[in-house]
């Protein structure tokens, strides 16, 4: 339930953090509830097992399909999280209760809780590992809500002499099997029709990884691509996204021989950077493995991106950007950082001044660093935060935006390792000042590239800010692992605009 939360609803430190606590206070609520529960206590412990079987079988199928006709959802997500947690809390009183005769209350309450404990590291552990990067949120919970079922099952079969209420429970028993076989049958379908309710586009492809949703939608020949719900990129205009991301530092670097690129495991960005010659290798550090072998099996995106990631100078690694660099000893003449938007604790990390601090140590003399920097409109503060933490890591940086239709206005943050301690391995000039790169920049010449949208008047126009926009950043804090101010922006953003 959180994870559908997060993933439907954003902001998933919120969402996490709310639906959890809610369920704890619903189990606490459902613990005092048990005390009224007077009748035969088999009955009733199968009663509960029964209706948390189909509740939790039910639960995103159902969430899938209201939030194609409510805006509400996340009260319903809310709902269910509540409902669930006071079942369970009914249900470990009750446990309790039945092995009363069996075991004195000092052994009792330990082995209930012992065994409540160890399953929840279990459940803990199927959920991470196997039910969501291969069941999904589509079937992770009828697997769940079937285990509950087999436990109702085997108690109502082994113990059928001592039920009291046999006919009934035989009834509910046969009604959530066949619910449990119908959700089975007809989760896919109920999920992808409310997933296709999200998009204006038709949904041409879906998958819940370890790590995120991928969906892709299709409008005549032209592609989207989002991750938990955000868009990445679209046909229709990504060259006015990853032109600028890729060409100018390329152009500025002292040389370009060794390219690393973290995130962009779409493969647009790599496509840019093998138009340059004297490229010997292009390392993609890329988190999640579904989002390259998209990029590499799917024929839409394969045209896009020209194969790049089937070109024998590319390595792709599939780990975190972070750990990357931490670990390898590698320099690059270019970094370029592809990654979504800081909207998470673990992605404002890699927008943080110690991980540029971190990247510019990797850099070559007279190398350049470049990251998106998320919208200079919709999340200013976002953006100015990340170009402080740049210039807080000691690189001369500069920024500079663009407008992609289907994205809205968008910026970027360009920075160049400053005067090199070794001046003879660098053949160009290396700007000790901001205001030296800048320069640098509006000077650049891109005819000798197949570009579709970035030329030179294109780079000066980019440099160029409206009143307003970078006027107050001496205001805005620098993000560091200890405040992570650029998520706090974010979070904080005039994103309902967009």
């Given amino acids: 339930?959180?994870?559908?939360?997060?993933?439907?609803?954003?902001?998933?430190?919120?969402?996490?953090?709310?639906?959890?606590?809610?369920?704890?206070?619903?189990?606490?609520?459902?613990?005092?509830?048990?005390?009224?529960?007077?009748?035969?206590?088999?009955?009733?412990?199968?009663?509960?097992?029964?209706?948390?079987?189909?509740?939790v079988a039910a639960s995103a199928p159902l969430v899938y399909l209201l939030s194609a006709y409510s805006e509400g959802i996340g009260l319903i997500i809310y709902l269910l999280a509540f409902a669930v947690g006071l079942l369970i809390g009914?249900?470990?009183?009750?446990?309790?209760?039945?092995?009363?005769?069996?075991?004195?209350?000092r052994i009792n309450i330990g082995s209930v809780m012992e065994k409540d404990y160890y399953g929840a590291l279990i459940g803990g552990l199927f959920f991470a590992l196997v039910g969501l990067p291969y069941l999904g949120l589509t079937y992770t919970p009828l697997v769940l809500g079937a285990v509950n079922f087999a436990v109702a099952a085997y108690l109502a079969l082994r113990y059928r002499g001592v039920l009291q209420r046999r006919r009934p429970l035989a009834v509910g028993g046969l009604a959530v099997a066949a619910s449990l076989v119908a959700v089975g049958v007809l989760a896919e379908p109920i999920v992808r029709y409310g997933e296709?309710?999200?998009?204006?586009?038709?949904?041409?492809?879906?998958?819940q990884s370890r790590f995120q949703r991928i969906v892709m939608t299709r409008w005549k020949d032209d592609v989207w691509l989002y991750l938990d719900g955000h868009q990445q990129f679209s046909s229709v205009d990504e060259e006015r996204y990853h032109e600028p991301l890729v060409h100018p530092a390329m152009k500025l670097a002292a040389a370009h021989r060794n390219i690393l690129v973290i995130g962009g495991g779409d493969g647009l960005a790599i496509?840019?950077?093998?138009?340059?010659?004297?490229?010997?290798?292009?390392?993609l550090v890329e988190l999640d493995p579904a989002v390259t072998r998209l990029a590499t099996t799917r024929p839409e995106l394969r045209r896009i991106?020209?194969?790049?990631l089937a070109d024998p100078r590319v390595e792709t690694v599939h780990r975190d950007g972070y750990g990357y660099l931490l670990g390898s000893d590698e320099l690059f003449d270019v970094m370029v950082i592809d990654l979504p938007d800081p909207r998470t604790i673990s992605l404002a990390r890699l927008y943080s001044r110690p991980f540029y601090e971190l990247a510019a140590r990797h850099l070559t003399p007279g190398g350049v660093l470049v990251t998106q920097a998320t919208s200079p409109f919709f999340s200013r503060r976002a953006f100015l935060s990340i170009l402080k933490s740049v210039r807080a890591a000691g690189l001369a940086a500069v920024p500079y935006h663009t407008h992609v239709p289907t994205l809205g206005e968008w910026g970027w943050v360009l920075a160049q390792r400053g005067p090199s301690t070794a001046p003879e391995l660098s053949t160009e000039p290396q700007p000790s000042t901001d205001v030296d790169l800048r320069t640098?920049?509006?000077?650049?010449?891109?005819?000798?590239?197949?570009?579709?949208?970035?030329?030179?008047?294109?780079?000066?126009?980019?440099?160029?800010?409206?009143?307003?926009?970078?006027?107050?950043?001496?205001?805005?804090?620098?993000?560091?692992?200890?405040?992570?101010?650029?998520?706090?922006?974010?979070?904080?953003?005039?994103?309902d605009l967009y």
């Fill in 271 to 283: 496509r840019e950077i093998l138009q340059h010659p004297g490229v010997e290798t292009v390392t």
């Fill in 305 to 308: 991106n020209r194969d790049s």
């Fill in 440 to 495: 640098r920049l509006m000077a650049l010449d891109f005819d000798d590239l197949q570009t579709r949208f970035l030329n030179t008047d294109a780079m000066v126009a980019m440099l160029h800010f409206g009143k307003g926009v970078l006027d107050d950043i001496e205001t805005i804090d620098v993000s560091e692992e200890s405040s992570l101010a650029v998520f706090t922006y974010y979070r904080d953003s005039d994103w």
């Fill in 196 to 207: 296709q309710q999200k998009y204006r586009d038709r949904v041409i492809y879906q998958e």
């Fill in 1 to 55: 339930m959180a994870t559908l939360a997060s993933y439907l609803l954003g902001d998933a430190i919120l969402h996490w953090t709310l639906v959890i606590s809610l369920m704890l206070f619903a189990m606490g609520l459902g613990s005092r509830l048990s005390r009224l529960i007077r009748g035969p206590l088999l009955d009733a412990f199968v009663g509960v097992e029964l209706a948390l079987s189909v509740l």
């Fill in 90 to 105: 009914i249900e470990l009183p009750l446990v309790t209760r039945l092995n009363q005769s069996f075991e004195e209350l």
